[in-house]
């Protein structure tokens, strides 16, 4: 059975001004794309063909000889969370048990905000920036290219696409401004809460 591009989670116009559909068409219609034919081609008639996506990840990690399937998969599933990551009218500080644990390990919603620009930041070149949990703790991680917290024991609750194409058209070189906004009006907290309560 092929992957398949999953559908964004809102309606391509949901996310403006703050995220253009021009930027959704490129960024999911073909980036993403791009990556789910690229995985599909790369496994066709092995047995990864019939894996999990997650699966797939975790069998080709640090594997040199399977970079291409590596590099593809966990493109395919950080850019699927990074869509659920999103929603319209998101952003503000966090209630409930999430906004409490990061008022707990980060001291305020606002060290976590700064903490959380700091690392999209300054991560070099293409990447991503996570909220993720670790052994019962809250952290931000930063990771290059397609790596993904999934293979360093860590558990995924929300991140931001860092590379360029997630923010040129609109933001052109100003990933600061982006992280910002993400912060502020597009972070979907619902989502992050029910990672944490899927996560135990």
């Known amino acids: 059975m092929a992957f398949e591009l999953p559908p964004l989670p809102f309606a391509p116009t949901a996310l403006e001004p703050h995220m253009s559909a ?19 081609n790369l496994v066709k008639a092995t047995p990864l063909a019939m894996a999990t996506l997650e699966d797939v990840i975790l069998a080709t990690v640090n594997d040199e000889s399977k970079a291409g399937i590596f590099n593809n998969a966990a493109q395919v599933w950080n850019h699927s969370f990074f869509w659920k990551s999103l929603k319209p009218d998101g952003g503000g500080a966090p209630t409930g048990t999430i906004g409490a644990r990061i008022i707990s390990d980060f001291g305020s919603f606002d060290a976590f905000k700064d903490q959380f ?41 929300l991140t931001c696409d860092v590379w360029e ?36």
């Open 165 to 200: 194409h997630a923010y040129y058209l609109d933001y052109q070189n100003r990933r600061p401004d982006f992280l910002q906004t993400f912060l502020d009006k597009l972070a979907n907290w619902d989502f992050a809460a029910a990672n944490l309560l899927k996560a135990g």
């Open 117 to 157: 620009k700091q690392a999209g930041t300054t991560q070099f070149g293409s990447g991503w920036v996570w909220l993720v949990q670790e052994h019962g703790k809250f952290k931000i991680v930063k990771t290059a290219n397609a790596a993904t917290p999934l293979t360093q024991g860590q558990t995924p609750l």
């Open 22 to 40: 021009r930027t959704l068409e490129f960024h999911h219609g073909k980036h993403h794309q791009t990556y789910v034919t690229n995985l599909n």
